[in-house]
């Protein structure tokens, strides 16, 4: 069975920097896309950009570009995003997902992680 | 920008047939793909490549093309089918993954 599973949720201060990470499990880490998608609360899903764990290439997002970094260790099978510059409009929750295709986040997500940025 | 546009909201009874668009804002089209997600859930794929269905969901659910619009219609709909749609592609570029704003299914 795949599984994501995703840390916990996050309080940080303006200014800070968030480091999520995404455990995977049930196929070979390699094998898929690893994307990730913001919610912000009531708010419809963003993508924000995804890594290839075969090669470690990454794809950004224009609006995440600067302060968004993705990266995977296949030595855990472990995806890891880190958004740094944190500002309220971050309060989100955020999702892991892997993907057999670039183009599509697919069907395997994990739980999400709350991010709370406040002062 | 490339935008994907789908309405705010549908309603239908149960039973009804449910049809959520999205709509591309430009050539070339690329496939589309639709999640459905519950409040407090992870989002779940429904329909890949245009039409394709994945195992596990349900037949009332299918998707459709026609040129630069997509189409997610549920059969016979179910209480458990209220929950939000959003529609998924790429750029037409091909290289950035782009969500619609989602459409609020509500069962009657």
């Known amino acids: 069975e795949v599984q994501l599973v995703q840390s916990g949720a996050e309080v940080k201060k303006p200014g800070a920097t968030v480091k999520i990470s995404c455990k995977v499990s049930g196929y070979t880490f390699t094998d898929y896309y690893i994307h990730w998608v913001q919610q912000a609360p009531g708010k419809g899903l963003e993508w924000m950009g995804l890594?290839?764990?075969?090669?470690?290439?990454?794809i950004y997002a224009e609006k995440f570009q600067g302060r968004f970094t993705v990266t995977a260790d296949t030595s855990t099978d472990t995806a890891y995003m880190e958004l740094s510059s944190l500002r309220s409009e971050d309060t989100a929750v955020y999702f892991c997902a892997a993907g057999v295709l670039r183009n599509s986040p697919g069907d395997h997500w994990g739980q999400g992680t709350l991010v709370t940025v406040s002062s | 920008s490339y935008e994907l546009t789908q309405p705010p909201s549908v309603s239908v009874s149960p039973g009804q047939t449910a049809r959520i668009t999205c709509s591309a804002d430009g050539l070339p089209k690329q496939y589309a793909y639709w999640y459905h997600q519950k409040p407090g859930q992870a989002p779940v794929l429904v329909i890949y490549?245009?039409?394709e269905r994945p195992s596990g969901i349900p037949e009332r659910f299918s998707g459709s093309s026609s040129g630069t619009t997509v189409t997610l219609t549920i059969s016979g709909v179910q209480a458990e089918d209220e929950a939000d749609y959003y529609c998924q592609s790429v750029d037409n570029s091909g290289t950035y993954v782009l969500f619609g704003g989602g459409t609020k299914l509500t069962v009657l």
């Open positions: 890594v290839d764990p075969e090669n470690g290439e990454t």
């Open positions: 490549k245009d039409s």
